[in-house]
């Protein structure tokens, strides 16, 4: 989606964290999808607002865990059966109870970076600058303020109608935010 010239989209300011779950509902339910809202604390409510449901760690993390298990087993099997097989005793070379304990470490370990790398990728981290920093109220995101943010990457972005738009919803000020 092409942006428009230099304007990352437009930030309303409000007053309190009921304001801007409504804000955000109404946003939604105009038919804006790419918004973004940012409080000093958590608000529950927000998130079903925003639809901000789909969650794909857990996803990354599973996938993660089965590579390091199939690894690890495959590693021992690989290992014992078929690249240096010793018969000691007459004991099956593929002695799968004694996989169990690396197995399960490697399960692990995969699982635990793969929740690291996964989380860092799906927050875009590290991100020393972002565009919202440009206005200048937005240092009280993290005292008292609330803020709802339209990127202009949105389809139905139009400068004129999201600003009327965003100061019908009894916006304290509205804010483009500039790249």
């Known amino acids: 989606m092409r942006k428009p010239d230099g304007v990352y989209g437009l930030m309303a300011e409000f007053d309190d964290p009921t304001?801007?779950?409504?804000?955000?509902?109404?946003?939604r339910e105009k038919g804006f999808r790419r918004l973004d809202a940012y409080t000093p604390f958590p608000i529950e409510d927000l998130t079903d607002?925003?639809?901000?449901?789909?969650?794909?760690?857990?996803?990354?993390?599973?996938?993660?865990?089965?590579?390091?298990?199939?690894?690890?087993?495959?590693?021992?099997?690989?290992?014992?059966v078929i690249y240096y097989p010793?018969?000691?005793?007459?004991?099956?070379?593929?002695?799968w109870p004694s996989y169990i304990i690396i197995t399960f470490e490697l399960t692990i370990l995969f699982a635990s970076i793969s929740a690291v790398l996964g989380l860092l990728g799906l927050c875009g981290l590290p991100m020393p600058y972002h565009p919202v920093f440009n206005v200048p109220r937005f240092s009280a995101a993290s005292r008292d303020r609330f803020f709802l943010c339209i990127e202009s990457t949105d389809p139905l972005f139009d400068r004129q109608s999201t600003t009327k738009f965003l100061e019908s919803l009894d916006a304290k000020e509205v804010s483009e935010v500039e790249h």
């Open 19 to 27: 304001m801007l779950v409504n804000a955000a509902r109404a946003a």
């Open 49 to 80: 607002a925003l639809h901000l449901h789909r969650n794909k760690l857990p996803l990354i993390v599973l996938i993660g865990g089965l590579t390091g298990g199939f690894t690890g087993y495959l590693l021992q099997y690989f290992t014992t």
């Open 86 to 95: 010793i018969n000691i005793a007459g004991r099956p070379l593929h002695s």
